[in-house]
């Protein structure tokens, strides 16, 4: 084997292993930008400066997602990404429950079964946001199951999927701005967004993904920067007022 083969095969190997470790930042890294929230937020006992809607995009986006990787496959990664996050949105629920519920003054609570859309997804107990998913899953998929060879059906799924994580950051810039302060929201969790966003854009440009991811990833960091404006804005509003 001479010096030129040797090469080759130590530089297959790097290419395999530095791939191995996007796919594992993929994978894990999309929950990493929930730990200073989740801290923040146990630290603070207070779950006001941070959007739960945002669960809610992630969970529905994801689990559509999940349902378009059976009619289309794309890399397992994005699929071990899905769950991952999933998995984080739901941990990230339960401690909002815990930390409202032990803030509540008033004892009347608000859940699922009282059909009451003014307080849609301010429930008041982790089991109601579990309904709530079970009964969005498990029609999705049967209809997934019955449409799964219909090629428009699964691309209008896919694009769907993406679309509505596309506006993760929206309920967040939505609150911000009702607020008119971006107080209790971690701004390392924005900045962690961003950086993964970005990250996940070239993922999806160097893979060749599926042309929605790429429409998503680019939304994404639109509104990564309307959020970090957000935040510089309130906090300038805030210092002038102090002076």
């Not at 190997?13 to 930008?33: D, E, K």
């Not at 339960?94 to 803030?103: G, P």
């Not at 079970?134 to 896919?158: K, Q």
Request: charged share 15%; glycine share 6%; aromatic share 14%.
């Amino acid at each position: 084997m001479d010096n030129g083969q040797v090469g080759e095969e130590d530089g297959g190997s790097l290419w395999l292993f530095l791939g191995w470790v996007a796919s594992c930042v993929m994978v894990f890294g999309s929950a990493v930008p929930y730990a200073p929230q989740y801290h923040q937020i146990q630290r603070t006992k207070n779950t006001e400066g941070f959007s739960t809607r945002v669960c809610l995009v992630l969970l529905v986006s994801n689990i559509l997602r999940i349902l378009f990787w059976f009619g289309k496959r794309f890399e397992v990664t994005l699929l071990l990404q899905s769950v991952v996050i999933i998995f984080t949105m739901l941990v990230m629920l339960h401690l909002c429950c815990c930390i409202q519920n032990s803030n509540r003054m008033s004892t009347k609570q608000h859940h699922i079964t009282d059909l009451d859309p003014q307080f849609f997804w301010s429930w008041d107990g982790f089991e109601d946001y579990l309904i709530f998913l079970l009964a969005f899953t498990v029609p999705c998929s049967f209809i997934t199951l019955i449409l799964m060879d219909s090629a428009l059906f699964v691309n209008a799924l896919g694009s769907l999927a993406v679309m509505s994580e596309a506006m993760l950051g929206i309920p967040q810039l939505v609150q911000n701005q009702r607020n008119r302060s971006t107080l209790g929201m971690s701004i390392n969790m924005v900045l962690l967004w961003m950086a993964g966003d970005c990250f996940k854009m070239a993922y999806f440009v160097l893979n060749e993904s599926p042309f929605q991811f790429l429409l998503c990833g680019l939304a994404q960091i639109l509104v990564d920067l309307c959020i970090l404006f957000q935040s510089f804005f309130y906090n300038q509003e805030t210092l002038d007022k102090l002076e």
